[in-house]
């Protein structure tokens, strides 16, 4: 057991090593250009904030719509702990993680008792509020004119380096929460917190205490996405309250359902595909929403379950079955059916 | 072991349950049986604590249960096996009973647990690493209540494990909630088929819209001329 988690814990570092040295190599030659590293990087923090909406969505069952008023939170006191305090910035994202974790406790107190549509709305209620606040505490925030010059992650002045530089950030970020989110969901609490998906009564008469487990899965995800904030206010390096209004919400939704609700691989596949997508739509203009719709659409028709259901691509069970052919000892309980697909869980 | 005192319960305005007063001791098989919306399913649910009562009390071994929250009660070693099942669908049976197990401070006796409840449910065994969810319902009863067993409860209560099965499982329902009593586990049994509750009962009571209205030795009460009009079919 204990050399199976050894041989894990390799296998995913190596792995998404060597495919960060992969990927920094390319965006550095410029085989991946300075617009692709860009996208990319951006990505990243899609998948970050997408991957903390699945924890509270796709894994606890309990549906958000205000997760782009947790980014908001994050960003916004990110930058202003780094602006106003000169704090470096990676303890200023985590404070601001902590920050949206504050907001998110506080938020979720009233309004976790609620079930279904109502959490929903509520949610959405406070991702409206907190847009609203941003623009009125002009003192703080800018107000409606924005908040500007965020210091970036580097400034080189060597436009690929820093390109190179704030990919590696961000990547680093992707991992960190890969690694809280898988490691979440595998302990003892993620057992609690997949049983509420599945059944609140059965959980409870298990003796799980639901309530709390709702708010530490609610509270944890909100420090994700105050995380992935932190990270986007640095990135643009500008700040404006419209940035984080209810359609950005609703696009994390869209990553979360269409990657699979419940599959952390299938929230780093649609958080990467969405980010393209999103970028080669944009020649229709506005037009590009009404393919949004129509392909969110065919999806929820021919895949009701998202790309992945709530299947995981693994890794390990991939450098397992071609690289050590012989040691088939992994029966693990909590296996997920196994894809073919070659991809892997240490993407960006 | 269980004491029940002038329980009233209300849903908003709807007063469910009238001064309800019963009592379990230990190593019975008790039944509470009634007609639907009697308010079977709500006195469990008072008991195990996700319903709050207005008045009245609970108390296990001794110990005052109202107002516990509903974790803290299966950790005093009562736990229910709610109404219509309620496995995890999506999870394995093996991942069902680890659920059960949640509570369990003593992990290093599972194994022994996991031993007690394949034996007493070999068709578990068979289908371990099956995803709950396409388990039959005979299979699903019998994977709630070996869920339920996990936690190594003193007081089983059951909430209808008839419902919706073929005749031939309830039979086999019913003689296995028999053999979880002979082991030692108290049983509180709610159920609309009266006939099959009463037979393997000690005593029972008979609720009729919220109020208790008869109650005694379960074979006398099966024997009665007023239950079996109400509920036996004449």
Redesign the interface.
Known sequence: MKKNRFFNAITLTVTSASLYILLALLIFTGIIDEYNGQLLTLAGIYVIVSLSLNLITGFTGQLALGHAGFMAVGAYSTAIIIMRLNVPMIPAVFAGGLITAIFGLLIGIPTLRLRGDYLAITTLGFGEIIRVIMVNLEGLTGGAAGLKGVPPFSDSGDFILDAVIKFSWVYGFVIFTLVVVSNLIKS?PG??I??IR??E??????????PYYKMFSFTMSAFLAGIGGGLYAIYFGYLNPQMFGFLNSVNFVVIVVLGGMGSITGTILAGIGFTYIQEWLRIFKDFRLVIFGLALISVMLFWPKGLMG?NEISVVKLVRKYFFKNKNSDNS??GSPASGESQSEGVR | MLKIEGLNVYYGTIHALHDISFEVNEGEIVTLIGANGAGKTTTLHTISGLIQPKSGSVSFMGKPVTGVPANKIVEMGLCQVPEGRRIFANLTVQENLEMGAYTRKDKANLKNDYEVVFTRFPRLKERIRQIAGTLSGGEQQMLAMGRALMSRPKLLLLDEPSMGLAPLFVKEIFSIIMDINRAGTTVLLVEQNANMALSIANRAYVLETGSIVLSGNAKELAASEDVRKAYLGG
């Open positions: 003892s057992r609690a997949i049983s599945e059944d009564i059965a959980s409870n008469s298990m003796g799980i205490n639901v709530t309980s909590s």
